[in-house]
């Protein structure tokens, strides 16, 4: 008998055993991506429909639907939902990173995020829309796109994923080690903003440094701003100066940030007080080394 | 209980829409049909927008921008094959949003035959007007259209080996303005000179891709080879002779200019990984990229000299420049029991910028040389995590994260008579950093984490860059039946401390949100705030110092307390009948200054600083807010009328000529068959 009770512990059923008790997450479940791997019929039992995530239903069944004799996922911890998941998604190319993202860190589960049953949108099994799924946790994110300047993401046409890897990103190739971790990366290794600002990417003659080693956020606030252009203070110069101020242990060769010529800009005069009323191409020049052309 | 459940799901995820704007309304649960052999589902929306403005319309431009006129506000459409065996595909989606004259437009389009291809295209139009405030005298704008389109075109998915290709293309086209002040290496110009120019954006950039997807002896292998092209051909007309609303300048009496930026970027990624029995993994990864751009600078200006003579000024620059990165990692994955896992992450990233051009200046002399840049930064970083959960409601996280840099410069320059050039110059910067947090399961629904970092950098590049840095997040979420709450801290402070100018950040940011829908789902609620503060203290470089004065430098304080709140309320008094209600708002309640104040002789393009010869004290005290309201009354089961309405009302305290006061509304019907 007890030889019986294993035998049906690691039996697998198919996934038409599992239709009789649930026949309204069967029923959409066509629309699923998941859903290939009954259609192909070539995949291993523990590898397709529904037990190739739940698991074995051999004594769910014979327990009358006993939840804990499957893998039920509302009773998983986030680390055991993703060892389920990253059985078949841990060759993904998107996901390498997934180990070590700040969501696992954080202990966020794949099931915080998407639903694997009911997505209601269109793409990759998303609980809601994306922005609502990120919104509910980053608040302060959420926060920032009520702004007046922002992305717009709102207003549906940027997503968050345009910039973010919400799998986790390669390690960033500005910054530091404390730098952003979620943060994508265009044309395979850049900053995730020259992928749609593709004139900020350079190469130039002429760089502005902070641009490549500390990134566009030196200057940006990207979600979202009470500063036109995104800008991280409202008065430019102010924010130009807080760099360039010929503060020895700064700059590329420690003898600080050169400041601006104080013979020449005079700030009380307006047009001085917006550096790139001249600097214009801050980001890098081809023409000329102050970024004025 | 499973569909009370959805429905919960359901609601919440409408009512949590509030921060959208009106249009398009939310999705409804569209019906299943059977057809062909296809499960179908398809719905859209059209109808009409219509906005008016009061204030400054610019502003309002910059960021709202909707317009007038009739709209497919949304459309959706789904089929999947019932057996997954369809002919041609298994699966076709398509969604539209905007289209018609909008200007955020996004499109959306799956087609997959299981085994043998999957398609994704993704279709952007997105007008963006700019003519912002914080710009010197309103004098730049732009009134341009983006189109974005990404192809990914998968074959045979699922299998061993997988070919991808893929493309997309970006471009930027429309009119501009734009004025800036005469570079003039001469001499020759008065200073008091300025451009102006018309322009004609003309911007694109192709990106094409090819790539495999194998797996062989466990591993997952990804090969890709890329090459984006740019170019920049845009066209400069000349705008002396336009109005201008400038003081102390004046414009040139004539100004040519092409410009034209071409450039490549081919790019290599090669990537590796594997996972053993949930027991180690491998993941690796090294991109090649190496690119470049070349670009021609032709201007001819004329204009007043410091003399104010007639003069004229003829420049010619050849750029070219050349970027080689590549970029390595590899992380390890330990998890030697269910308890813990361990990762390390190591990269390496080297980038070399090499650039050179040619200048040619002829004005009351000729002026002629040849410069040459290099930029090098090499970065490695590694970073070891673990986590350890000694029960299941609770785990522990913690961190060693190091990197170490090394930024090399050299500049050089050619004149006909005399070669100068710099020493191989540059910076080594280490930073390291620690931290750990918290994870607790109280209960169920209810989940606590802590988070807590510190580092330091030893020789940070710029004196905003993190030196003496910690930072601390807490965050508590609560969920159960209808009810959602979720709260949080932050707090991030940064000490850049150096002899007679301190740099100081401190940036703290906290809220709060919750969301309650009632059993029947007739009822839902949803509301937060949060606090974003920013405070910095900078030791800057004073322009304005009086003379005589022996210290250069002034303090520059920047204090911003923005309050935002959402609410928004969704009702169904009836069947047939769905009321919506929504209200956001931001406020920066700034320094709490009532006005700004300049030293005597000191004229502001900003409204945001005050000088009193000393420091700057800098803050934007503004408000922003924008209710809406919503009807949709259900006509037939698959027919609704919705009519909307949104509010957007823009003051700064400092000023009135940036406001704006906007409504924009839509009526629309939506169908789904």
């Known amino acids: 008998m007890a030889a019986n009770a294993q035998e049906a512990e690691q039996e697998y059923l198919g996934s038409e055993a599992c239709q009789v008790c649930h026949p309204d997450v069967w029923q959409g479940f066509p629309r699923n991506p998941h859903f290939r791997s009954v259609a192909l019929e070539t995949e291993t039992p523990e590898k397709t429909g529904c037990e190739g995530c739940h698991g074995p239903g051999g004594l769910h069944v014979a327990g009358l639907g006993d939840k804990t004799k499957i893998r039920a996922f509302g009773e998983l911890q986030p680390s055991e939902t993703l060892d389920a998941c990253l059985t078949c998604h841990s060759k993904d190319f998107g996901k390498m990173q997934i180990r070590r993202s700040s969501h696992s860190t954080g202990e966020v589960a794949c099931t915080s995020c998407h639903s694997i049953h009911s997505a209601p949108e269109i793409g990759p099994l998303l609980a809601k829309q994306e922005r609502e799924v990120c919104y509910s946790c980053h608040l302060e994110v959420r926060a920032r796109f009520d702004l007046p300047f922002k992305h717009r993401v709102n207003e549906g046409a940027v997503e968050c994923s345009d910039c973010h890897n919400p799998h986790g990103a390669p390690t960033a190739t500005w910054g530091a080690a404390h730098s952003p971790r979620m943060v994508s990366q265009a044309l395979g290794n850049d900053i995730a903003c020259v992928k749609c600002h593709s004139d900020k990417r350079g190469p130039f003659v002429h760089e502005h440094p902070p641009v490549r080693v500390e990134g566009c956020t030196a200057c940006h606030n990207p979600h979202g701003s009470t500063n036109a252009r995104l800008l991280a203070r409202p008065a430019v110069f102010t924010m130009c100066l807080e760099c360039h101020n010929d503060v020895a242990g700064f700059g590329l060769a420690g003898g600080g940030i050169p400041a601006p010529n104080s013979g020449f800009h005079n700030l009380a005069e307006p047009r001085f007080q917006n550096c790139v009323v001249c600097h214009s191409r801050i980001h890098g020049s081809n023409a000329d080394r102050l970024f004025r052309r | ?673």
């Not at chain 2, 009512?15 to 409804?28: E, K």
């Not at chain 2, 317009?67 to 094959?81: I, P």
């Not at chain 2, 200046?361 to 040389?369: A, H, W, Y």
């Open chain 2, 1 to 673: 209980m499973t569909k009370r459940l959805a429905l919960i799901l359901a609601l919440l995820a409408a009512v949590s829409s509030a921060q959208s704007v009106v249009a398009p309304t939310p999705d409804r649960p569209d019906e299943l049909h059977e057809a062909g052999g296809y499960t179908i589902s398809n719905s859209f929306e059209v109808g009409y927008r219509w906005h008016g403005v009061g204030g400054n319309q610019d502003a309002y431009r910059s960021s709202v921008n909707y317009g007038n006129g009739v709209r497919l506000l949304e459309g959706q459409l789904r089929m999947n094959s019932a057996d997954g065996r369809g002919k041609l595909f298994d699966e076709f989606s398509f969604r539209t949003l905007g289209t018609g004259g909008d200007p955020y437009q996004y499109n959306l389009l799956r087609a997959e035959k299981n085994r043998w291809y999957r398609y994704d295209l993704q279709l952007r139009r997105v007008e963006y007007f700019n003519r912002l405030p914080s710009l010197w005298q309103g004098e730049r704008g732009l009134d341009s259209e983006r189109l974005f389109q990404t192809h990914e075109l998968r074959l045979l998915p699922g299998r061993r080996f997988e070919i991808l290709l893929g493309y997309e293309r970006n471009k930027q086209s429309g009119p501009g303005f734009w004025s800036e002040g005469i570079p003039n290496s001469t001499l020759a110009l008065s200073n008091d000179n300025y451009l102006r120019y018309v322009t004609d954006l003309r911007r694109e950039n192709n990106q094409y891709r090819a790539g495999i997807d194998f797996r062989i002896w466990g591993l997952a292998i990804t090969a890709v080879q890329a090459i984006d092209n740019y170019k920049d051909d845009t066209r400069y007309f000349d705008g002396s002779g336009l109005p201008s609303a400038t003081s102390n300048v004046q414009p040139v009496e004539s100004n040519r200019r092409d410009e034209p930026i071409h450039g490549n970027t081919p790019f290599t990624t090669v990537a590796i990984r594997t996972e053993k029995e949930r027991v180690i993994g491998f993941q690796g990864r090294y991109v090649y990229a190496s690119g470049g751009r070349t670009s021609t600078l032709s201007q001819d200006v004329t204009a007043l000299d410091f003399s104010g003579n007639p003069a004229m000024q003829q420049t010619f620059v050849f750029g070219d420049a050349s970027r080689k990165q590549g970029s390595g990692d590899l992380t390890v994955t330990l998890l030697p029991s269910p308890k813990w896992a361990v990762t390390n992450t190591t990269a390496v990233n080297n980038t070399r910028i090499d650039g050179q051009a040619s200048f040619l200046e002829r004005s009351l002399f000729r002026n002629e040389f040849v410069e040459f840049d290099h930029l090098g930064i090499r970065f490695i970083s590694s970073a070891t995590e673990a986590s350890f959960r000694p029960v299941s409601a609770f785990s522990v996280f913690g961190a060693y994260r190091y990197s170490t840099r090394r930024i090399r410069t050299r500049e050089a320059i050619r004149f006909p008579d005399f070669d100068f050039e710099t020493e191989l110059t540059g910076r080594d910067n280490d930073v390291s950093s620690g931290g750990g947090g918290v994870r607790w399961t109280p209960r169920s629904g209810l989940r606590v984490s802590v988070d807590a970092e510190v580092g330091r950098a030893d020789q940070p590049l710029a004196p905003t860059s993190s030196k003496r840095f910690h930072n601390e997040t807490a965050r508590v979420s609560y969920r159960r039946n209808g009810i959602k709450f979720s709260a949080f801290f932050k707090n991030r402070n940064n000490q850049n401390p150096v002899a007679l100018v301190d740099y100081s950040s401190t940036g703290r940011s906290a809220g709060f949100h919750a969301t309650w829908v009632r059993d029947d789902g007739r009822w839902a609620f949803d509301g937060g705030y949060t606090l974003l503060q920013l405070n910095t203290g900078a030791g800057i470089f004073n322009l304005f110092a009086p003379e005589g004065d022996e210290s250069p430098y002034a303090r520059s304080f920047y204090e911003s307390n923005l309050h935002t709140v959402n609410f928004s309320a969704r009702l169904a008094p009836h069947r047939r009948l769905t009321l919506y209600l929504a209200y956001s708002l931001a406020k920066d309640t700034g320094d709490g200054s009532s006005q700004t104040s300049l030293a005597p002789g000191v004229e502001s393009a900003y409204p945001s600083y005050s000088f009193d010869g000393a420091d700057y004290y800098v803050s934007f005290p503004l408000s922003y807010h924008s209710p809406q309201a919503r009807v949709s009354v259900l006509l037939r089961q698959s027919l609704s009328f919705n009519l909307g309405w949104q509010y957007y009302g823009y003051n700064e305290r400092f000023t009135s000529t940036q406001g704006y006061r906007a409504q924009v509304g839509y009526t629309s019907l939506r169908w789904s068959f």
